[in-house]
């Protein structure tokens, strides 16, 4: 069953046999703890001899090891194995709504569904049904790729937003009698997480029309002031794994020789999380940035440079902790100014009259030229405060701290000014973001 207008097919999903420990099926988004491999070491400790999604997924700490390849002919012949065998069981068209608790909140709602790749667009400027908020990196999809282009699966740990600040999709269904399909405590702190099935035909059609509502045309320029095309979804966690599978599904129809029956092929459509961004329990929170390999003082140097060659001035001044850090970057007037350590050395950073909007935009800018120069140094994209530190304050590291960005203004921004810079805001902490559990075939 597909609807069109707004971009959704419900899908058939894949579930794991009944059975199965589900505790030990689930696993965070393989783009988390990128930097700890301690992490991924316990899960694979936890899950072994288990059913679980962790051999499906390439987790990106081991991106540039060696064996690549290997891993990824292994994930394939696994997710092959669980269709196989019985491991997976595929469920009646419907979507699942879920409810989240973590260590931060008491509720978060959700509802799986798939959304039609024809209708989203991550250049720059796009006017599609379904929007990047965020700069896609195109470096970052050739690794992705390849693990998606041979596999029969898809699991998916991308969240898509929908601006419903009346809660007329998601919400009304937990006032439905609905059949409870797994609750279960995830593993490593990250919180409960509860599944119900939405199959009845007249709930299906429920969302249908209040999605259908929210896409209307007259009402969304009014409520945006602008004459453009209606953007209905906005990425918030797993853009470069939705643009991955946008970028093989072009591929697919640019290679088929039969142009109209291509369209129906599974690989049209991507499985998601939908989340009211109006969502009591969804949390903004920054995305901060730590360089490795570096020389600090270099590095201090390359970005008073870099700042006096746009015609503002940057200035670092010292203090004794992050507190400390955090409260001189709050009185700054006319100026961003952020935290940094630089080697252990906290201080903040301030870039009088900036020409971005942003801080984050500003500090990027800077960090993307200095990385072009510098071929050894590495950067990461960090969730919560204290990693940075831990990570920056090593003899050659420096960590800089980012302010998060209002959740109310998300829609408004990227209808008015197009995407944000790339790891502009994380839609809650680490150990918030999305578990694989739900599948769907994609061949």
């Excluded at 730590?290 to 440079?305: A, I, R, S």
């Excluded at 500003?362 to 990385?371: E, G, N, P, S």
Aim: net charge negative; glycine share 6%.
């Amino acid at each position: 069953m597909t609807f069109d207008k707004i971009g959704v097919q419900v899908p058939k999903i894949l579930l794991p046999k009944a059975g199965t420990d589900m505790r030990k099926w689930a696993v965070i988004a393989c783009d988390q703890y990128t930097s700890d491999r301690s992490y991924w070491q316990r899960l694979e400790e936890q899950t072994k001899g288990c059913l679980s999604t962790l051999p499906l997924i390439f987790p990106e700490v081991y991106l540039e090891d060696k064996d690549a390849a290997a891993r990824i002919q292994s994930i394939n012949q696994t997710m092959e194995q669980y269709l196989a065998d019985g491991s997976l069981v595929e469920q009646q068209e419907g979507f699942i709504l879920i409810d989240r608790k973590t260590c931060e909140v008491e509720s978060r709602k959700g509802l799986i569904l798939a959304l039609d790749l024809e209708q989203y667009d991550y250049n720059k400027g796009a006017q599609s049904l379904i929007r990047a908020t965020e700069g896609t990196i195109l470096d970052r999809l050739p690794p992705r790729i390849k693990v998606r282009e041979n596999a029969p699966i898809e699991l998916p740990h991308i969240m898509v937003l929908i601006d419903d600040p009346q809660r007329t999709v998601i919400e009304p269904l937990f006032d439905e009698q609905l059949e409870t399909i797994y609750d279960f405590e995830l593993l490593e702190n990250g919180g409960h997480l509860k599944g119900y099935r939405i199959d009845q035909p007249e709930l299906i059609e429920g969302i249908a029309a209040a999605l259908g509502k929210l896409a209307d045309a007259e009402a969304y320029q009014v409520k945006y002031a602008v004459e453009d095309a209606v953007m209905l979804y906005a990425m918030g966690d797993g853009n470069h794994s939705f643009a991955t599978a946008k970028a093989i599904w072009e591929k697919l129809k640019e290679e088929a020789a039969d142009k109209a029956a291509i369209m129906n092929h599974p690989a049209r459509y991507a499985l998601v999380e939908l989340v009211n961004v109006h969502d009591p329990g969804l949390e903004f929170e920054a995305i901060h940035r730590v360089l490795f390999n570096v020389d600090v003082e270099q590095l201090k140097g390359q970005m008073e440079t870099f700042f006096a060659a746009r015609g503002t001035k940057m200035t670092f001044t010292g203090c004794t902790d992050l507190a400390e850090a955090e409260a001189l970057a709050e009185k700054a007037e006319n100026a961003h100014a952020f935290p940094a350590i630089f080697a252990g050395q906290f201080g903040v950073c301030s870039v009088a009259d900036p020409e971005y909007t942003l801080v984050v935009a500003t500090l990027q800018a800077c960090l993307d030229q200095f990385l072009q120069d510098n071929s050894v140094a590495r950067v990461d994209y960090i969730h919560g405060t204290k990693a940075v530190t831990e990570f920056g304050s090593k003899a050659d590291a420096a960590g800089f701290y980012l302010p998060s960005i209002s959740k109310h203004d998300l829609f408004k921004t990227i209808v008015l000014d197009g995407a944000l810079p790339r790891k502009t805001f994380s839609m809650g902490e680490a150990d918030e973001k999305r578990f694989y559990l739900e599948c769907r075939r994609i061949k």
